[in-house]
């Protein structure tokens, strides 16, 4: 195994302190904790807080700022933070208005964001909650019951982030951030496997000529495994399986993230992204926003997934707004 780190059980905490000191005007972190929260919380917005294990950067830390989150959680790598952590994180971005979850679908994170969410009701601080299961390759999955949530996390964070910032109340952010997981789905698929440092070795092995179709981040299986062929021919498998559980018309608008796992080169992701436009233009889709490169990863995983949504003007008016986050600087047209 080869890693620039120190110590693994310090990986987290060097992180962090890191991210901090790389972006003092995004970013502060709770004494003795593993929250990180944005520097200009507003006074008068809902907060929104999401998190998930380590080893999935830039989500979600590097998500925090004006028109995303306020707050994110940060578990030991591939592990869920504890309910105490998401507590105090709640707290932190809380100004009357209320708070909004978004929670990956893994059975921990689920768990113990819930927990969170009762202990902060007990002390009178209004929270709802989102769970986010986009991955459409498997259900019941190794840590799931239910369908995984993998990169389209992100655009949940950015719509449901735009919704808060714009100063919509909390039932409404809710409603949104619903509507956005309703309207989304996603696959990926993996070249080769990632290494949790505490574990010293690969997570599952592949042959040199194999792949892993439609594979989890954290390395869960897929649905099977096969031999590696062309970009096109995979981003055609992973297209169809995407349009199969959420079928495209002629006319509809969408947004497209192609997100890579860490070790994919942006060259190979542009090749995909290209390939999936074209099939959208075959049927009359017309592609809104795309966003190609690394959104939630992997440790070094080599892979990608596939990311649509479909868009109405609501959706499409919040992802246009402005975002300014240590992950994405400033996106949107407004």
């Known amino acids: 195994m080869k890693k ?17 000191k790389a972006y003092p005007t995004y970013l502060r972190r ?31 830390c590097g998500y925090i700022g004006k028109g995303m989150l306020d707050a994110a959680v940060a578990g030991a790598i591939f592990t869920s933070p504890t309910p105490d952590q998401i507590y105090e994180a709640i707290k932190a971005v809380d100004r009357g208005k209320g708070v909004l979850l978004v929670i990956k679908n893994y059975s921990g994170d689920v768990m113990n964001f819930d927990m969170a969410k009762e202990m ?5 601080i209004q929270v709802a909650s989102v769970v986010v299961n986009d991955d459409v390759a498997v259900e019941n999955s190794t840590f799931t019951a ?23 109340d909390l039932d409404k952010v809710k409603e949104t951030a619903e509507k956005v997981i309703a309207n989304e789905r996603s696959m990926g698929m993996a070249l080769s496997p990632c290494t949790v440092p505490a574990a010293g070795k690969p997570n599952f092995s592949l042959a040199e000529d194999e792949i892993e179709i439609g594979i989890g981040i954290h390395g869960e299986p897929g649905t099977h495994r096969e031999k590696l062929v062309s970009a096109d021919a995979i981003t055609q498998e992973l297209f169809d399986r995407i349009l199969a559980d959420y079928p495209l018309k ?14 994919t080169p942006l060259m190979e992701l542009y090749i995909i992204n290209k390939k999936v436009h074209e099939l959208l233009e075959g049927l009359g889709v017309t592609v809104h926003q795309t966003f190609v490169g690394e959104y939630m990863t992997a440790l070094e995983m080599a892979g990608m997934s596939i990311t649509i949504l479909k868009l109405d003007s609501d959706l499409k008016m919040l992802l ?11 996106i949107g047209t407004k």
């Open 146 to 168: 239910g369908r995984r949530g993998i990169a389209g996390t992100v655009l949940v964070h950015k719509i449901a982030g735009a919704a808060a910032e714009r100063g919509w």
């Open 120 to 124: 902060a009701e007990m002390e009178g």
């Open 4 to 20: 620039l780190i120190n110590k693994p059980e310090n990986a987290l905490d060097e992180m962090l302190e890191g991210m901090t």
């Open 250 to 263: 002629s006319g509809d608008e969408v947004a497209v993230m192609v997100n890579g796992l860490a070790s």
């Open 320 to 330: 246009d707004d402005t975002a300014d986050t240590p992950a994405l600087k400033v």
């Open 30 to 60: 709770l004494d003795q904790t593993d929250v990180l929260v944005r520097q200009d919380l507003s006074a008068d917005k809902v907060g929104v807080v999401s998190g998930g294990g380590s080893g999935h950067e830039p989500a979600h």
